[in-house]
């Protein structure tokens, strides 16, 4: 009897071991929360996949918008988002509005285009009451987004456990840019605005 109680306990060992993946996870992001930041701000690295100033902007006026038309998020808005998003680090900012508004690609709620002055507008609607605002970054904020310049990976470099030191002061630095985004009040990175939705008048 004693016998079988110690091979159970080895198999449920053996079930439990840490070097075994769980078949259903999340992707891990490149992120180490700080206890100093806000649980939007983890979420949007969860999505994102690391804490990036772009993505955080993006999580920044979306949030801004979706409060100013008084919606919940996810499915009673509609977004559209104007801005030289063509390709990273500024098409980050994209994730950013999906996290803040829940606005996505897939519901067909998430529209993007290209401003001619590729100046960053971001719209927002509740479709439950018609309620429609623009959110816009001041100077402040473009400077500081301007301030980022993404490092470009040695050939070969494959990004995965391999980062030289060079790699991680510039993670850091990278971490500390958003993290200071977040941490800016509204006033001072963000003009929001009420509009009026021209359906109204149809």
């Known amino acids: 009897m004693a016998r079988n109680w110690m091979l159970i306990a080895v198999c449920g060992l053996a079930l439990a071991s840490p070097t075994e993946q769980p078949m259903h996870r999340l992707p891990q992001p490149h992120y180490e929360r700080l206890g100093s930041d806000p649980e939007w701000l983890a979420y949007a690295a969860q999505f994102h996949g690391h804490l990036g100033p772009w993505a955080t902007a993006g999580t920044r006026l979306g949030m801004a918008g979706l409060r100013e038309v008084d919606a919940k998020g996810y499915f009673d808005v509609e977004v559209i988002c104007e801005g030289p998003f063509l390709k990273p680090p500024k098409s980050c900012f994209l994730d950013g509005i999906q996290v803040a508004t829940g606005a996505t690609w897939g519901k067909r709620n998430l529209h993007c285009g290209r401003t ?62 958003a993290r200071e985004i977040a941490a800016i009040p509204d006033c001072e990175i963000l003009v929001v605005s009420r509009t009026e939705d021209a359906r109204q008048h149809e």
């Open 116 to 177: 001619p002055t590729d100046e960053i507008v971001v719209r927002v609607r509740n479709v439950r009451t018609g309620a429609q605002a623009e959110a816009r970054p001041t100077a402040k904020l473009m400077d500081l987004l301007g301030s980022f310049q993404p490092r470009v990976k040695a050939a070969g470099a494959n990004g995965i456990g391999q980062k030289t030191q060079d790699d991680r002061d510039a993670d850091h630095a990278v971490e500390a840019l």
